[in-house]
């Protein structure tokens, strides 16, 4: 006869976390815990039950499942599943019965939850992970800190900026001009929180009021105490009507204990037994052809490849002419010093930390260190996101259009490229070419699919760097068929060949082909990828990812040039036509001791010349010189005929 005290097991398998909840047979918590699982939930699972063994010893448990992902390891384990909406309301039930809504927050979901006269309404995101933990995450990185890192700045927040919450990709596009004209942490901090609670309660509520009291839900709410303030003050909320439970991230797996069930019982030592047996489930996600059927067909491919390689020259050994080429991006500065011949002398690759002008800085003050007595730079260009900004302040030769910087570049290594196809980060362009000028441009407007970050936030979310998880995909077997759709679209097919066991290769691998599809389907929109051109260059950070190289090539049937320098080529192209252009007249560039002694700060300030109101961005240099954006007409630049008419700015 079995003598153990029998208690309840919730298990809440989400869409990041493990969350495990034990109660006695008083309905009392003995026991929880949660973990991040990055796709590895069977082991995640164990983890938590091994450190419950440690504290409680052998015990008989009735376990009940919950969550996003539960549903296939429940019938695995042959342990009953709850809904998640069930099990949170009846811990409701059980906690704070008088809620009236509930708003729950976790890593990809989000919900609210109506309790009225008895019946329950739900309201959840379906294929959108804007304004959630994940989305909170994304944010945080952008401005180099963690959520509770963002929980902290918000505390001291004096503005709050609008910020789009519908995607990572469209707040990124709000978040990055704001850090590059000098807005605080603390308020791009609170900003976030505020976009989080827009998203919430436009894109679920739709409307219907939030209102009586509240209950306050999930790891991203129990966490960030500014989250939590910045909904009530939205909601105006007072004390009474705010419900905010002691373990409220844990509520879904209490919730799915107290709907144990008496006659599933199993022994704790059992139950981990289970976990140890193999887990075989037939594909639902498409699988596609591996990357590389072998190392042969690699080897052959890295040997083709190498072959576009730029010649390199020693810095401190020239004499002569040099160039200097910058390409001030939104998230990334680039720089290239070249010789006459066009030998690359030195080049720099950082990210600009929200001040491309800054970090330009750095990599000319490297490059004077270097720079022998009788090597002189004689002209310079700027080109990219801050352009205009960088050769106003440095004071440069020439500033060029990207296309024009890019296309140089690329007719480097091959004078008959008719198309450049450019993939960094956040954007992507395709260049075509025609009688050797840029004939048209298409770029990504607002999803960042095809593009870099797209692979680096899957990258991150499985606990691996952008390069491990590329080599990853190198020799997976079954990559996964993600279509051409949202990165945050994607998730749920990702989380579903998780279950089916695909490994993090397989995911790798297929993210890979994804990215081309979108760069080619969705955002050049191409029918046949015979159109794009004969003479193929490809660019730009992410094409270093010989996963994402090789599927472009698989999927477009051609043989692309990819050059050594992919990632600079902006700048290399910038240093070129510095180059070009050049006429023997002395550079206007400042010397290098100007350049040690400059000083320059950012302000932001409203234009009051007309109705318009603009916010312009005044960035001021040493010797009375400044440079404003942000107009929208030409009386905030700051010409003398207007200075009476916005004093408050000069």
Known sequence: MNTLKLHKLGIDIGSTTVKIAILDEQNTLVFSDYERHFANIRETLTDLLHKAYEKLGQIQLCP???????????????????????????????????????????????????????????RMNGICAGGTGSFIDQMASLIQTDASGLNEYAKNYKAIYPIAARCGVFAKTDIQPLINEGATREDLSASIFQAVVNQTISGLACGKPIRGHVAFLGGPLHFLSELKEAFIRTLKLDEEHTIVPENSHLFAAIGSALNYKEENQISLEDLLGKLKGEIHMEFEVERMDPLFADQAAYDEFTARHNGACVKKGDISTYSGNCYLGIDAGSTT?????????????????????????????????????????????????????GEALVKAALMLDEGEVETVAHYTAAAFFDPKVDCILDIGGQDMKCIKIKNNTVDSVQLNEACSSGCGSFIETFAKSLNYSVQDFAKEALFAKNPIDLGTRCTVFMNSKVKQAQKEGASVADISAGLAYSVIKNALFKVIKLSDPTELGQNIVVQGGTFYNDAVLRSFETISGCKAIRPDIAGIMGAFGAALIARDRYEGKQTTMLSIEQINDLKFETKLARCGGCTNNCLLTINKFSGNRQYITGNRCEKGIGKEKNKEQIPNLF
Do not use: R, W
């Open 333 to 385: 500065t680039k720089v290239a010093l070249v010789a006459e011949d066009g030998t690359l002398l030195y080049s720099f690759y950082s990210s600009n930390n929200g001040s491309p002008l800054a970090t330009s800085i750095i990599a000319i003050k490297e490059i004077y260190a270097q720079l022998p007595a009788d090597a002189h730079i004689v002209s310079s260009c700027s080109t990219g996101y």
């Open 64 to 122: 009940m499942i919950t969550g996003s992902g539960g549903l296939t390891l429940a019938k695995h384990l042959d342990v009953p599943f709850v809904q998640e909406v069930i099990a949170v309301s009846t811990a409701l039930q059980d906690a704070a019965p008088q809620t009236d809504v509930a708003i729950e927050l976790g890593g990809e979901d989000a919900k609210i939850i109506y309790f009225e006269g008895g019946n329950v309404e739900q």
